[in-house]
């Protein structure tokens, strides 16, 4: 008996670190989380008193909806928004681009906005959106408006236009990084057989790399679900978050409350993450 407990400690002991690290720093947040959040809270104190109302209290008020049905609502646009604009990008570099030192230099330049703070990376799209800011100077030298837009900055659409160019780098480097695996002579033997661009795509270029826009998926899906500083400074506080409820319940020192809000954030984060990872596994597909 004593040997097979030694045999099994000497197979996983190096499962030992890694598990410790995901009780202590994943597992236990969690659960002192919900446990937090069935305490009593007051105006200026909470006790460890086991109850449910704050529970009660986020799916019986309107705004707890707003700010859920706004997250989501959010986080579909900007993981669009990030594709639509990303994978062009990645299959720009991945395919059309054959050196391996301009590609890196091309993604290198991809995540040089990264070499800053995050804050200033937002706070840098004010001058940017504003009536007198550069984007409306451009258009209007252009001719394409006659007068500055209005609705650019301290609105959703503001709010949008920054969250997508801030995680744009996470759907544009994995979806490159697949691309870049192909074997061009795939793609010619294709053309050869007479198949064209959109075969292409849907039965060579879409399945290998859907590994990579499987990743940049999550990654741009758990940052934009968690968000609350790009609502916050771009939208003018307008665009209600959860990120910014639990921000605003933390600020007032409700820990119940703010508990709640970040059960019900991490549920639905999860739910995201099982629901692509249901796509390809990325364990044997990376």
Do not use: C
């Not at 200026?44 to 008193?49: E, G, H, T």
């Not at 007479?194 to 826009?213: Q, W």
């Not at 910014?244 to 600020?251: F, R």
């Amino acid at each position: 008996m004593s040997g097979q407990r030694g045999n099994w400690f000497t197979r996983h002991w190096q499962l030992i670190p890694g598990s410790a690290w995901m009780i202590l720093f994943l597992i236990a947040p969690l659960i002192m989380m919900i446990y937090v959040s069935f305490w009593t809270q007051t105006s200026f104190d909470i006790k460890p008193d086991l109850t449910t109302k704050s529970w009660q209290t986020f799916f019986s008020q309107p705004v707890y909806y707003s700010a859920l049905w706004n997250t989501i609502r959010v986080w579909l646009i900007v993981l669009v928004g990030t594709f639509v604009l990303g994978v062009p990008v990645a299959i720009f570099i991945g395919l059309f681009v054959r050196s391996n030192t301009v590609q890196t230099i091309l993604l290198v330049l991809a995540v040089i906005p990264f070499w800053t703070s995050f804050l200033v990376r937002i706070v840098a799209w004010k001058p940017m959106l504003g009536q007198n800011g550069a984007l409306n100077i451009i258009l209007m030298k252009a001719h394409i408006i006659s007068e500055p837009l209005s609705f650019l900055l301290y609105t959703e659409v503001g709010m949008i236009i920054g969250m997508i160019q801030i995680y744009l780098v996470f759907v544009v480097g994995p979806v490159t990084f697949m691309l870049s695996r192909i074997d061009p002579n795939v793609i010619e033997a294709a053309r050869d057989l007479g198949a064209g661009t959109g075969r292409i795509f849907k039965d060579i270029l879409l399945p290998l790399s859907r590994p990579g826009l499987v990743t940049g998926a999550i990654f741009v899906s758990v940052l934009v679900l968690g968000e609350f500083a790009t609502p916050a400074s771009l939208s003018g506080r307008k665009v209600n978050l959860l990120g910014n409820v639990i921000v605003t319940q933390v600020g007032s020192l409700k820990w119940a409350f703010a508990s709640v809000a970040g059960v019900v954030l991490t549920v639905v984060i999860a739910l995201v993450i099982v629901g692509l990872l249901r796509i390809t596994d990325l364990r044997k597909e990376v």
